[in-house]
């Protein structure tokens, strides 16, 4: 089912993008802290804030979350190998390394150049389980997998015109289950 959901999501983008005129693609970098994750992102994002359907303008993007789970959650002196023997107790369960994503955004525009948006989308990292041995009191990377999350979520953005060059600019801002809140600054061409 979640297979399904992630097929339509892509289709609704990709149908409203070919609707769209060229001139209003833009592109955003943005950053951010909490959610699940609980740590920082890096977020880019790609997209179309033009499409008029039904009337209405809308925005469709594509964003890759990049979250930077931190090592400091790994005890000092964890080895990357399993216990030796059996007689261990579970510590702690951690993601390790960079997360990374796909998310989609769609969004109508509320009044002119302002936008309600909402986002989904899913991102994979590697999950380890760390374990203590009773007899030495290390810590060991007992096992690894790779973990994806479901990424759900609303937002706003702001495509305002700089002075008289013509030249737009995208502001946005992004609050979601897994990176918390994500603020973007970008250009329009």
């Known amino acids: 089912m979640k297979r399904k959901n992630v097929v339509m999501l892509t289709a609704t983008i990709v149908f409203l993008v070919m609707f769209s005129p060229a001139h209003a693609w833009y592109y955003a970098i943005g ?11 890096l977020s880019l994002e790609f997209g179309n804030e033009n499409i008029k359907l039904w009337n209405h303008h809308f925005l469709a993007a594509v964003s890759v979350p990049l979250i930077f789970n931190r090592d400091d959650n790994i005890p000092t002196g964890t080895k990357s190998s399993s216990a030796p023997n059996a007689n261990y107790t579970a510590f702690d369960t951690v993601d390790e390394g960079t997360e ?12 002119s150049d302002f936008y309600v948006n909402i986002l ?16 030495t009191g290390i810590h060991y990377e007992q096992s690894s997998k790779k973990e994806f999350y479901g990424v759900y979520g609303a937002g706003i953005s702001y495509f305002p015109e700089l002075f008289e060059w013509e030249l737009r600019m995208n502001l946005s801002l992004d609050i979601d289950n897994r990176r ?9 061409w």
């Not at 950053?31 to 992102?41: I, Q």
């Not at 989308?121 to 590697?126: D, S, Y």
């Not at 918390?180 to 329009?188: D, E, H, N, V």
């Open 31 to 41: 950053g951010g802290a909490g959610g699940d994750a609980d740590t920082e992102n």
């Open 100 to 111: 990374v994503g796909v998310l989609g955004k769609i969004g109508m525009e509320v009044i």
């Open 180 to 188: 918390g809140i994500t603020g973007y600054i970008g250009w329009c």
């Open 120 to 135: 989904g989308g899913a991102t994979r990292t590697n999950r380890i389980e760390i374990v203590t041995s009773n007899t």
